[in-house]
Every structure is written in C-alpha cells, then in structure tokens.
C-alpha cells in the first residue's frame, strides 16, 4: 500500500513536469524559430556565394599587369558587374581591379605616344584618338602616363603644321585667283573661275581642263574634256597615262555633246568633279608627263599630251577651290 502510494506519486510527478515542458515549448516556439531564422541570415551575410568567388579568383588571376592583360580585365570586370549589391560588398579585391585597370589604360596611352613617330598634316585622327583615351581614362590611370608631355609636345607641333598649310593655302589660293577670269551670275548668285589658259571658244583647241564654281551655299570643280578636230572620233571613254600609271574613265556616250562648223569638229563634255576627279587632276597637275586619250569604237582614237601650261592652270584652279571652300 505505501509501495503503491509513492508510485501514483511520482507518476503524477512525471505527468506534471511532461504537461508543463510542453507547455513551456509551446511557448516558447515562436522566439526559437526566429533565432534560428537570425542566425541563417547571420550565416548567410558573412558568407560569399560562388559567384563572389569566381570574381575574386579572376581578379587574383589578373597578377602583373601588361599590355597583354586587356582581355583578363575586362572578365574580372563583367564577372563584378554580374554581382548584386550584396555580393560587391563582400568582394575583398576590389581595389585591386581598380589599380589593374588604371594601370593597363596607362600602359595603352603610353604605348600609343611612343608609337606616334613623325608628326604631320595628316597626324590629326591618331592625335585626337589618343587625346580622347587620355581624356576618358580615370585620375589614376593620366597620372600613370609617363610620357604625357610627348603627347602635349606632338599636339603642338600638328597645330603648328596645320596653321603653316593654312597660310600656305591662303597665299596660294589669293595669288591664284588674281589670274582668274571670273563670270558672274547675278541671278543665281553664282561665280565661275576660269584658268588663264582656259579657251574661251569650245572649238578653238583639245583640252583637259577645269574651273571653279562658287555660290553662297558651296564651291565646286567642274571639269572640261574637249576633243577639236577634223575627224569624228565619237569618244566615249577616256584613258590616262600619268607618269606611267593608267586611268580609265567611262563616259556616258548621249551626254557627250557634238557640233561642227567650217570643217572642223568638236565634242565635249562639262560635268561637276567628285574625288576621284580631283585626285586624278592633281596627279595630272604634279606629273612629268600626262596623255589623255579620246577612244571611240573601232580604233579611232585621239592623244592629248597635256601641256605645261594647262598643268598650271589645273593646280590654280584646284588652290583656288581650296582658298574658296575654307572661307
């Protein structure tokens, strides 16, 4: 009987204290999950993911940096771009990316200035190029480029070389246009420059000349080809001979105009220049030697060796549309 008392004691003992721990853990069951949710994001924020990995381990990979490290840069930098804002905060090489890059774009000025060799008249487009590079780099990067008064010294002396062609241009452009016949058309406000060797009859010689054309909205060149003779060759494509180099021109046969009188013949044509036009007559202006040939069908042919004389009037009218087209 007392045996069996102390039993029913302690197994409502036992019960009392199993209702109450489940009690308690009811309880308390709400504070336990939020810890273990703070203690995750705690867990969470001191780690990095292996996208923060893979960036650090390619800036590591970086190591000295060369002319040759463009291409290694630029993957460490897409590979942080890639990262969200959380991850970029754990990034503990990040400065580093930062002196790889200023010291790389450095290295490209530099390479460029030293590779600028004889500044001319023509320097101008690798000039700005670098310039703009200098430009854009970071604070950083400029104070890396050593030879930056190489570059300043070479800018200088394409201003000066430029400004000395100006003026060239200028005087020859003025002294060139005194030679000139002008005709004017009021109505269109419109001038023509004539070489003092231009003819000023169409039938009076062969030639291959031109003339400038100038209005308040633009200059131009037209060119004059003009076969005289007694013979018909009804040409329709013309060939150079400059110096020894050919050029072959194709002319379109119905605008080519044909007239004649007293036994002669002529034709001709009068046509705006484009740039290959320009450049041939500038050849045929520099040249030694120039020939012009008048070809039809059938064999009939005519050769016209440019004289001295037209040469200068081509390198007049050609300074001139220069000093006209800059105003």
Do not use: C
């Given at each position: 009987s007392f045996l069996q008392g102390e039993d029913d004691r302690t197994n409502r003992v036992l019960l009392f204290t199993t209702e109450k721990g489940e009690t308690d853990m009811k309880k308390h069951t709400p504070?336990?999950?939020?810890?273990?949710?703070?203690?995750?994001?705690?867990?969470t924020a001191c780690g990095k993911s292996q996208a923060t990995t893979d960036a650090e381990d390619l800036i590591n990979a970086i190591g000295e940096v060369t002319l040759d490290s463009g291409a290694?840069?630029?993957?460490?930098?897409?590979?942080?771009?890639a990262l969200s804002d959380e991850e970029r905060e754990t990034l503990t090489n990040m400065t580093a990316l930062t002196a790889a890059r200023d010291q790389y774009d450095a290295l490209v000025i530099i390479n460029d200035i030293d590779s600028l060799g004889e500044i001319t008249e023509d320097s101008g487009p690798i000039l700005n190029s670098i310039r703009e590079k200098y430009d854009s780099a970071s604070a950083g990067a400029q104070s890396a480029v050593t030879?930056?008064?190489?570059?300043t010294a070479a800018e200088a002396?394409?201003?000066s070389l430029v400004e000395a062609a100006a003026e060239k241009l200028r005087a020859e452009g003025e002294a060139a246009l005194a030679t000139m016949r002008v005709e004017e058309d009021k109505v269109r406000k419109t001038s023509f420059y004539y070489p003092s060797s231009f003819p000023e009859y169409i039938n009076d010689r062969s030639y291959a000349l031109c003339y400038v054309g100038d209005s308040e909205s633009s200059t131009w060149v037209r060119i004059v080809y003009d076969y005289v003779g007694k013979d018909?060759?009804?040409?329709?494509?013309?060939?150079?001979?400059?110096?020894g180099n050919t050029y072959t021109r194709t002319i379109n046969y119905f605008d080519i105009e044909h007239d004649n009188s007293g036994g002669q013949v002529w034709e001709y044509i009068d046509f705006t220049a484009d740039e290959d036009d320009l450049k041939l007559?500038?050849?045929?202006?520099?040249?030694?030697?120039?020939?012009?040939?008048f070809?039809?069908?059938?064999?009939?042919?005519?050769d016209l060796t440019v004289s001295q004389e037209d040469k200068d009037s081509i390198r007049d009218v050609l300074a001139v549309y220069e000093y006209l087209r800059n105003q």
């Open positions: 504070i336990i999950a939020l810890l273990i949710l703070l203690l995750a994001l705690s867990l290694m840069i630029e993957a460490a930098e897409n590979a942080v771009a030879n930056y008064d190489a570059l002396k394409y201003t018909w060759v009804f040409w329709k494509e013309l060939i150079f001979l400059v110096d007559f500038a050849a045929i202006a520099a040249s030694d030697e120039a020939i012009v040939r070809e039809g069908d059938g064999g009939k042919r005519y």
